[in-house]
């Protein structure tokens, strides 16, 4: 165990955790976006930036969803230095999502209503952190969806920005990772639709041979196949039927 | 070509290089470098081959092809050797006289020779050209004297002496040499290269490499470019010694594809000296191994960045990554490695061969040795410039570059490249180097120097970067992707007749925040434009703001008044 502090209050931490976790093992609060368990960490949204002071006195800035906790760290997570960079954060997030409800909560949180920079049009909730693509490739393993382009005009994209992208399983992870619900996912009858910002997909379910349930997309189901060997007729009951 | 077993076979081998030529022959250098090229050098040289053979003059001259050195403002250079006689702003009709007079009956052609600005006389030598005669041309003076293709012609100069001497020092030893030499990196951080090395050979793993970036990006700037085009054994002598110090098998050159002449000269100096067994298996007989591959850089500024230069030398997407775990302890494939700067690399055989103290001599208390400068912009003698570090801006931007043509006046100077910053009049007697730039708000960058002068408006330069960054942005980081985005608007807004009162004041915070939160270096020194315009020039930014006006003449606000 490490033992540094956090906000002054001393804390044990398992080797090989980050900041974050550490705090949050401890109800710390630090916000963050484009964190996520699932995925290697990735520092993109900057929100989770914390003052650390190292145990040979070095002073500066890191994302705690990165940097990992070190005997006699000493941490500061809300000093008036981080909720500076916060606010002018969400506000730059306000301008680039001002339809998210998630943005908006945080930045009313952090003190702020509205944004004195250029809002961004097109009900745009995507705030591109890339949970969905990294969920997608790390956890998933199929890189369906990926980023595109660089800077400002970097986007969630299927391969060659076409509207359909042929690796989709349509499990819809990306819904599931997604923090400002940029990605929504929504299954009536047969039918799986999962909107993208910039296209829809749908996809056909399979259903249970016994109930009638639909319980997963077929695509989905053929992919779990082909991974873990097993044949196609195992999959003919939905999980709550089979024995 | 056997390979050489032994530094007494490649002394033997310089030697029986040196004997076959003769020092007295005249021999014409053509500049062959990517600027002189478009001005027709590559027709200039066949005009040459074809016009000694016509005169038949073979017996009497040799002509070469030789990379940069520097004076791209009066190209095609032609300098003929040994008397060093320059001619300037050579084309092709110029091609027969030059033979005839100066080769055939020993006269000078008198109207190709450089005319001194200051004095108005004519200057016969390329020694004595002002340009010249003030630089200290340690590393780039090599260009003039090669022929990029020919390995022997840098075995001639002495090359590889260096890498000799190295294989009979122990790695701990060459490290010593470089921490005393105080040398840093000439990419823009300026961190200790021999501090690097040493953290990279103390780094667990067997497997190490050692990189070269070749990826120079910044607009204006093209001193890796020459260096490379023009005497790319320099480059890998210094990197093969470089490998042997820090424990390495495997090298990389990362340049990028937009740089073709630099790309095809590397390749060639690769297989020669493979050829010559000075790289690839059993070096000099020495039991130390070490092979280098070239790979091309498909253009993005952010993959100058040593994390997304790794990234994407692996194959993937050219994207930063948090560096709390430093590339020399886990880089490329996650092993430790080694990455500097093309001129760092070329600085490294100088320094081996003459010791880390005498080149500790050279340059300041903080910044030792020379830089190359590329100067550009408002300015009589673009070109490349080397000078100790510490040389003030004034003598770089008057005495060398030879002031701002057309009468005009000084306003700026920016140096470090795009994030860099723009340095007024009153602080040209800043002594360049590393801790004096940064402190002025500027930074040294890979040395990038753009030159602007009185009909410059500041605002729109600091527009100019600011979009410059904002379209090479990788876009991963919120601060730096959304921040550019919206300093970009702001810029423009001042610069169409749309500034409000609160711009300057938004400009700083989020310039702030950027310096703060950004991933990487590109979105921390991303708003040093904007910064140090707003520091040294604000009364501009008042101007468009308050009064619409552009003080310099160049923002024109004609959409706010139709409105």
């Given at each position: 165990m490490v033992k540094l502090t956090i906000n002054g209050r001393d804390i044990k931490a398992a080797e090989g955790t980050t900041i974050l976790y550490a705090a949050r093992e401890n109800n710390i609060y630090i916000p963050t976006l484009c964190s996520n368990e699932a995925v290697a960490p990735y520092g993109a949204c900057r929100l989770c930036l914390v003052e650390i002071k190292t145990a040979r006195g070095r002073e500066r800035l890191v994302t705690s969803c990165i940097y990992l906790v070190e005997e006699g760290l000493n941490v500061q997570t809300d000093t008036e230095k981080i909720r500076k960079i916060r606010r002018m954060l969400l506000e730059l997030l306000l301008a680039r999502c001002p339809d998210s409800e998630v943005v908006q909560d945080l930045a009313k949180k952090a003190g702020l209503d509205k944004t004195r920079f250029v809002e961004q049009t097109g009900n745009n909730k995507c705030i591109l952190c890339a949970n969905c693509a990294r969920t997608c490739e790390e956890v998933v393993g199929v890189a369906a969806i990926s980023l595109a382009k660089r800077g400002v005009e970097r986007e969630m994209t299927t391969p060659f920005s076409e509207d359909f992208s042929e690796a989709c399983i349509g499990c819809g992870s990306c819904s599931y990772s997604c923090p400002t619900g940029a990605i929504s996912m929504e299954d009536k009858n047969s039918t799986r639709v999962i909107k993208w910002p910039h296209n829809t997909m749908e996809f056909k379910l399979k259903k249970c041979s016994v109930c009638g349930q639909y319980w997963a997309p077929e695509k989905q189901i053929e992919y779990i196949a082909k991974i873990s060997g097993t044949p196609i007729s195992d999959y003919d009951k939905c999980p709550d039927c089979r024995e | 070509m056997a390979k050489l077993k032994s530094p007494g076979e490649l002394e033997a081998l310089r030697s029986s290089i040196l004997k076959k030529r003769d020092p007295d022959k005249p021999c014409i250098t053509v500049c062959n470098g990517t600027g002189c090229q478009a001005y027709g050098s590559k027709s200039i040289m066949a005009a040459f081959q074809d016009e000694v053979k016509k005169q038949n003059l073979g017996a009497k001259v040799d002509v070469k092809a030789i990379g940069c050195p520097g004076f791209c403002e009066r190209g095609t250079l032609v300098v003929i050797k040994p008397k060093d006689i320059f001619y300037q702003r050579v084309r092709v009709k110029d091609v027969p006289e030059i033979l005839s007079e100066t080769i055939g009956k020993g006269n000078v052609v008198n109207r190709l020779l450089y005319t001194d600005r200051t004095t108005n006389v004519k200057v016969t030598r390329e020694g004595e050209v002002p340009f010249y005669k003030r630089?200290?041309?340690?590393?780039?003076?090599?260009n003039g004297l090669i022929d990029p293709t020919s390995i022997d012609d840098y075995l001639a100069i002495g090359g590889y002496t260096a890498l000799a001497k190295a294989l009979k020092m122990s790695p701990e030893q060459i490290i010593d040499e470089v921490k005393k030499s105080g040398l840093r990196g000439r990419g823009g951080a300026g961190f200790p290269t021999g501090n690097k090395w040493e953290t990279t050979r103390k780094a667990h793993g067997d497997t190490k490499y050692v990189i070269c970036n070749a990826d120079e990006g910044d607009p204006g700037a093209f001193m890796d470019r020459s260096l490379v085009e023009g005497n790319p054994h320099s480059v890998l002598e210094g990197m093969i010694i470089g490998a042997y110090a820090i424990g390495s098998h495997e090298g990389y050159i990362y340049v990028r594809n937009e740089y073709p002449l630099a790309v095809r000269h590397m390749r060639i100096a690769i297989e020669q000296a493979e050829a010559y067994g000075l790289l690839g298996e059993n070096i000099l007989g020495s039991g130390f191994s070490f092979n280098i591959k070239i790979k091309r850089g498909?253009?993005?500024?952010?993959?100058?960045e040593s994390t997304a230069l790794m990234a994407s030398l692996e194959g993937r997407v050219g994207e930063p990554r948090a560096k709390y775990i430093h590339t020399s302890e886990q880089g490329l494939w996650g092993k430790p490695s080694n990455l500097n700067n093309v001129e760092t690399w070329a600085n490294v055989p100088l320094i081996i061969n003459r010791g880390g103290d005498w080149y500790a001599k050279i340059g300041t208390k903080g910044s030792k040795g020379t830089k190359i400068f590329a100067l550009v912009g408002n300015i009589s003698n673009t070109g490349l410039v080397e000078v100790p570090?510490?040389?003030?801006l004034r003598e770089i931007v008057?005495?060398?570059?030879?002031?701002?043509?057309?009468?005009r006046k000084f306003k700026a100077v920016q140096t470090g490249g795009p994030s860099g910053g723009m340095i007024p009049e009153s602080l040209l007697d800043l002594p360049v180097d590393f801790d004096e730039l940064t402190r002025a708000g500027s930074m040294m960058g890979s040395g990038g120097m753009i030159v602007m002068d009185d009909k410059t408006c500041m605002v729109d330069m600091a527009r100019y970067y600011t979009t410059f960054l904002e379209g090479e942005s990788c876009g991963k980081c919120l601060p730096c992707r959304e921040g550019l985005r919206q300093m970009k608007y702001i810029l423009d807004g001042i610069t169409e007749g749309r500034g409000k009162e609160g711009d300057i004041g938004l400009l700083e915070e989020l310039s702030a925040t950027l310096i703060d939160a950004s991933l990487c270096a590109l979105g921390n020194t991303a708003p040093n434009p904007v910064m140090s315009t707003i520091r040294h020039f604000r009364d501009e930014y008042e101007a468009h703001i308050?009064?619409?006006?552009c003080p310099a003449g160049v923002c024109t606000f004609e959409a706010v008044k139709v409105k």
């Amino acid at each position: 165990m490490v033992k540094l502090t956090i906000n002054g209050r001393d804390i044990k931490a398992a080797e090989g955790t980050t900041i974050l976790y550490a705090a949050r093992e401890n109800n710390i609060y630090i916000p963050t976006l484009c964190s996520n368990e699932a995925v290697a960490p990735y520092g993109a949204c900057r929100l989770c930036l914390v003052e650390i002071k190292t145990a040979r006195g070095r002073e500066r800035l890191v994302t705690s969803c990165i940097y990992l906790v070190e005997e006699g760290l000493n941490v500061q997570t809300d000093t008036e230095k981080i909720r500076k960079i916060r606010r002018m954060l969400l506000e730059l997030l306000l301008a680039r999502c001002p339809d998210s409800e998630v943005v908006q909560d945080l930045a009313k949180k952090a003190g702020l209503d509205k944004t004195r920079f250029v809002e961004q049009t097109g009900n745009n909730k995507c705030i591109l952190c890339a949970n969905c693509a990294r969920t997608c490739e790390e956890v998933v393993g199929v890189a369906a969806i990926s980023l595109a382009k660089r800077g400002v005009e970097r986007e969630m994209t299927t391969p060659f920005s076409e509207d359909f992208s042929e690796a989709c399983i349509g499990c819809g992870s990306c819904s599931y990772s997604c923090p400002t619900g940029a990605i929504s996912m929504e299954d009536k009858n047969s039918t799986r639709v999962i909107k993208w910002p910039h296209n829809t997909m749908e996809f056909k379910l399979k259903k249970c041979s016994v109930c009638g349930q639909y319980w997963a997309p077929e695509k989905q189901i053929e992919y779990i196949a082909k991974i873990s060997g097993t044949p196609i007729s195992d999959y003919d009951k939905c999980p709550d039927c089979r024995e | 070509m056997a390979k050489l077993k032994s530094p007494g076979e490649l002394e033997a081998l310089r030697s029986s290089i040196l004997k076959k030529r003769d020092p007295d022959k005249p021999c014409i250098t053509v500049c062959n470098g990517t600027g002189c090229q478009a001005y027709g050098s590559k027709s200039i040289m066949a005009a040459f081959q074809d016009e000694v053979k016509k005169q038949n003059l073979g017996a009497k001259v040799d002509v070469k092809a030789i990379g940069c050195p520097g004076f791209c403002e009066r190209g095609t250079l032609v300098v003929i050797k040994p008397k060093d006689i320059f001619y300037q702003r050579v084309r092709v009709k110029d091609v027969p006289e030059i033979l005839s007079e100066t080769i055939g009956k020993g006269n000078v052609v008198n109207r190709l020779l450089y005319t001194d600005r200051t004095t108005n006389v004519k200057v016969t030598r390329e020694g004595e050209v002002p340009f010249y005669k003030r630089q200290m041309r340690l590393i780039i003076g090599n260009n003039g004297l090669i022929d990029p293709t020919s390995i022997d012609d840098y075995l001639a100069i002495g090359g590889y002496t260096a890498l000799a001497k190295a294989l009979k020092m122990s790695p701990e030893q060459i490290i010593d040499e470089v921490k005393k030499s105080g040398l840093r990196g000439r990419g823009g951080a300026g961190f200790p290269t021999g501090n690097k090395w040493e953290t990279t050979r103390k780094a667990h793993g067997d497997t190490k490499y050692v990189i070269c970036n070749a990826d120079e990006g910044d607009p204006g700037a093209f001193m890796d470019r020459s260096l490379v085009e023009g005497n790319p054994h320099s480059v890998l002598e210094g990197m093969i010694i470089g490998a042997y110090a820090i424990g390495s098998h495997e090298g990389y050159i990362y340049v990028r594809n937009e740089y073709p002449l630099a790309v095809r000269h590397m390749r060639i100096a690769i297989e020669q000296a493979e050829a010559y067994g000075l790289l690839g298996e059993n070096i000099l007989g020495s039991g130390f191994s070490f092979n280098i591959k070239i790979k091309r850089g498909g253009g993005a500024f952010v993959c100058g960045e040593s994390t997304a230069l790794m990234a994407s030398l692996e194959g993937r997407v050219g994207e930063p990554r948090a560096k709390y775990i430093h590339t020399s302890e886990q880089g490329l494939w996650g092993k430790p490695s080694n990455l500097n700067n093309v001129e760092t690399w070329a600085n490294v055989p100088l320094i081996i061969n003459r010791g880390g103290d005498w080149y500790a001599k050279i340059g300041t208390k903080g910044s030792k040795g020379t830089k190359i400068f590329a100067l550009v912009g408002n300015i009589s003698n673009t070109g490349l410039v080397e000078v100790p570090m510490g040389t003030t801006l004034r003598e770089i931007v008057f005495d060398i570059g030879g002031g701002i043509p057309k009468g005009r006046k000084f306003k700026a100077v920016q140096t470090g490249g795009p994030s860099g910053g723009m340095i007024p009049e009153s602080l040209l007697d800043l002594p360049v180097d590393f801790d004096e730039l940064t402190r002025a708000g500027s930074m040294m960058g890979s040395g990038g120097m753009i030159v602007m002068d009185d009909k410059t408006c500041m605002v729109d330069m600091a527009r100019y970067y600011t979009t410059f960054l904002e379209g090479e942005s990788c876009g991963k980081c919120l601060p730096c992707r959304e921040g550019l985005r919206q300093m970009k608007y702001i810029l423009d807004g001042i610069t169409e007749g749309r500034g409000k009162e609160g711009d300057i004041g938004l400009l700083e915070e989020l310039s702030a925040t950027l310096i703060d939160a950004s991933l990487c270096a590109l979105g921390n020194t991303a708003p040093n434009p904007v910064m140090s315009t707003i520091r040294h020039f604000r009364d501009e930014y008042e101007a468009h703001i308050k009064e619409k006006k552009c003080p310099a003449g160049v923002c024109t606000f004609e959409a706010v008044k139709v409105k």
